[in-house]
């Protein structure tokens, strides 16, 4: 569930329907100004009270669904709607319907704490600067021994993936502890705006239709080369992809 914007739930009826109205709250209005194509100034518009969790509970007491979820994904912001009470609600509904909860943490010095409400989800996907603010350490240190740091706060029942931008991607499997790295496709002059989203669409979506944790991260990586070979935040087709993978092959 990303942080702070609209929820939309399937019902048996097989529409989407549900949004959930808080009163008062703000969309999310984002600008950004580019010179030549690239981004050099972000302006977000928006509210980071707290979200009381009642709402949230009666809407996800309601939800049914015609075919059984694959994956939720927890995309935190710190902007209020994710918060201990409502990410339990989500947490439940995913044991219920056995999902797997994919977590893109955001970490801050000043609110590092937050991040011990995702203990215990599915897959969790911090880059490496994250990675570094949830385990204490520095970009210095070694990524097995950072990667162990994360896995002991938060315990990850299915894989941690630290992503490392140009460098790729850092895999550790929870049950074998094996470790894999995954090297970047390069790109010329990338425009990073939307890789992070991008990446954990693709690697949600892959594990969703019964990818491997290593097959699901080869697709998000690749998918998000193709998302930074982008001017702004762009989509990825599948024609694309599929072009993609079979270059790499």
């Known amino acids: 569930m990303q942080d702070n914007l609209r929820i939309e739930s399937r019902f048996e009826s097989g529409e989407l329907s549900g949004i959930?109205?808080?009163?008062?709250?703000?969309?999310?209005?984002?600008?950004?100004?580019?010179i030549d194509g690239k981004t050099v100034l972000r302006e977000d518009s928006e509210d980071h009270?707290?979200?009381?969790?009642?709402?949230?509970?009666?809407?996800?007491n309601r939800l049914k669904f015609?075919?059984?979820?694959?994956?939720?994904?927890?995309?935190?912001?710190?902007?209020?709607?994710?918060?201990?009470?409502?990410?339990?609600?989500?947490?439940?509904?995913c044991m219920r319907y056995d999902m797997?909860?994919?977590?893109?943490?955001?970490?801050?010095?000043?609110?590092?704490?937050?991040?011990?409400?995702?203990?215990?989800?599915?897959?969790?996907?911090?880059?490496?600067?994250?990675?570094c603010e949830i385990s204490g350490l520095t970009k210095l240190s070694k990524l097995e021994e950072i990667?162990?740091?994360?896995?002991?706060?938060?315990?990850?029942?299915?894989?941690?993936?630290?992503?490392?931008?140009?460098?790729g991607m850092f895999l550790h499997e929870m049950t074998d502890g094996s470790n894999t790295y995954i090297p970047a496709v390069k790109v010329k002059?990338?425009?990073?705006?939307?890789?992070?989203?991008?990446?954990i669409a693709a690697l949600s979506l892959a594990l969703a239709a019964g990818a491997t944790h290593y097959e699901a991260a080869m697709l998000a990586?690749?998918?998000?080369?193709?998302?930074?070979s982008k001017k702004g935040t762009a989509t990825v087709k599948r024609q694309e992809l599929i072009d993609m993978i079979k270059k790499m092959d």
């Open 189 to 199: 002059e990338p425009d990073i705006v939307g890789a992070g989203d991008t990446s």
């Open 221 to 228: 990586n690749y998918a998000a080369s193709i998302a930074v």
């Open 20 to 34: 959930i109205p808080i009163k008062n709250r703000k969309t999310t209005v984002k600008r950004r100004i580019g």
């Open 100 to 131: 797997k909860s994919i977590v893109d943490p955001k970490p801050s010095e000043e609110n590092l704490g937050r991040i011990d409400m995702f203990k215990g989800c599915y897959g969790i996907t911090p880059n490496i600067e994250e990675a």
């Open 147 to 167: 990667c162990g740091r994360c896995i002991d706060r938060l315990q990850p029942k299915g894989f941690l993936l630290i992503t490392l931008g140009g460098n």
């Open 66 to 93: 015609n075919e059984k979820p694959g994956v939720l994904i927890f995309s935190d912001y710190d902007k209020g709607f994710l918060n201990q009470k409502t990410v339990e609600l989500f947490k439940d509904l």
């Open 49 to 60: 009270d707290v979200v009381d969790a009642t709402c949230i509970e009666n809407h996800v």
